[in-house]
């Protein structure tokens, strides 16, 4: 089989589902095809998302990260009011769990405010009536525009959008190869393209290496997996999180209200053998769990951002039990908490520079004259992507000859 698209779109995530909408609206008569190797959009991070609308305090004001949360937040609010789509706008405190994070905790608050978010330092008598759960010691802080989405049905809303004006999906479809500057090879056969747009998640990295990018890294996948609890005192609950880890660039495990005001805890992050490795034997590939575990391997000899402590922290947290502990120290009483069931695992990706020893920290995008390549779309590209997507169209394919 061959086939012929102006624009090639790999991967039905966010990411991708996003760049078609703004694409299509901008050159309604040009071609897009977007390929993905599952049975539908949003089978793996966009589906498996943890629904947080982030208001973009976390991020450094000089990274894409932060340029694009704040207004893709507002963006997909608007969406999900004009498709009337559930949104939970409950609002998030983060805590300080001893003395030590004070300084950290009011350094977070100082980035939130250099980037522009609606923040507010409070102390323990204001968060006692803002959040009554929630514990901290002298300072939180209280992020009143944070919400809770229906990561799936945004996605499912974009597909039919995208199908009624044109757009064409083929799933079951994967790219393997890069045959020429404007032909892939996929387990269909052959695709051509005047330009290819790769929007692979977590393989994205493997893709832009075929087009000769983002060479010198490979990475790491940690499990994630979320705690579904009841609230016994039967009162709304708003985000509650730690301050995020800074070596690891994870946001730790939070309380979390979704879309509909069930209530989770987690994510865990344990390290795991692949991609796609959602349960314990589950996805497993010989060549990537060699290039997994050969660089966990070496993590755990040099001990790089206290790998072996981390691990041994998350796989802890592997039990109800054990996540229920940890959780423990963000309220006043995990008493009042009773764990029901596991969530849908996902994967949290880590982009490792291996010259450098460190986590990459921020979305990556690189381009030649045929390709765009999105890597690293790590969290909160869910929340960026309406913001994000159209800024790539502008910026890298604007004014293609096709």
């Known amino acids: 089989m061959k086939m ?18 703004h694409l299509q609206h ?36 000089d990274s894409l990260r932060a340029k694009y949360c704040k207004l893709g937040a507002v963006k997909i609010k608007q969406y999900c009011e004009k498709k009337n789509i559930p949104l939970n706008i409950c609002g998030k405190v983060i805590v300080a769990k001893n003395e030590n994070e004070i300084d950290d905790l009011k350094q977070l608050y100082q980035r939130a405010v250099i980037n522009g ?5 409070i102390d323990e008598a204001a968060l006692s009536i803002i959040e009554p759960a929630a514990k901290t ?54 695709i051509h393209y005047n330009t290819l747009i790769n929007c692979a998640g977590a393989y994205a990295d493997k893709i832009a290496k075929c087009y000769g990018f983002i060479e010198n890294y490979t990475l790491i996948p940690f499990k994630g997996i979320f705690l ?25 495990a939070h309380f979390s209200p979704e879309h509909n005001g069930r209530i989770k805890i987690g994510p865990t992050a344990v390290p795991c053998l692949s991609r796609e490795n959602y349960s314990w034997l589950s996805n497993l590939h010989f060549n990537e769990m060699k290039e997994v ?3 966990e391997l070496h993590l755990l000899i040099n001990n790089t951002f206290n790998f072996r402590e981390l691990a041994m922290t998350e796989i802890k947290k592997q039990t109800k039990s054990g996540l229920m502990y940890h959780a423990a120290s963000l309220v006043k009483d995990i008493r009042l908490f009773r764990c029901t069931s596991w969530g849908k695992p996902g994967i949290l990706p880590r982009l490792y520079d291996i010259k450098k020893q460190e986590i990459v920290d921020d ?40």
């Open 137 to 190: 010691t002298q300072h939180a802080i209280y992020s009143p525009e944070t919400a809770s989405f229906h990561a799936e049905a945004i996605c499912l809303h974009l597909k039919d959008d995208l199908q009624n004006f044109g757009v064409k999906f083929q799933f079951n479809t994967q790219f393997q190869s890069r045959v020429d500057a404007n032909t892939a090879q996929t387990n269909h056969g052959l």
């Open 293 to 295: 575990l050969t660089a």
């Open 26 to 61: 901008r050159y309604p008569h040009r071609s897009i095809l977007i390929i993905d190797k599952e049975v539908d959009v949003a089978q793996h991070a966009s589906g498996r998302n943890s629904g947080v609308l982030h208001a973009g305090l976390y991020y450094a004001n």
């Open 117 to 121: 978010v609606n923040a507010q330092l």
């Open 363 to 402: 979305f990556i995008i690189q381009a030649d004259t045929n390709s765009v390549h999105i890597i690293n779309s790590v969290s909160p590209a869910f929340t960026a992507s309406f913001a994000f997507s159209e800024d790539i169209v502008n910026t890298y394919l604007a004014d293609k000859h096709v």
């Open 4 to 21: 012929q698209s102006d624009y090639l779109i790999i991967g039905a995530g966010i990411i991708g589902l996003t760049i078609a909408r």
């Open 228 to 252: 579904y609890v009841e609230n016994l005192a039967g009162n709304p609950l708003k985000h509650i999180y730690p301050l995020p880890d800074k070596k690891l660039k994870l946001l730790g």
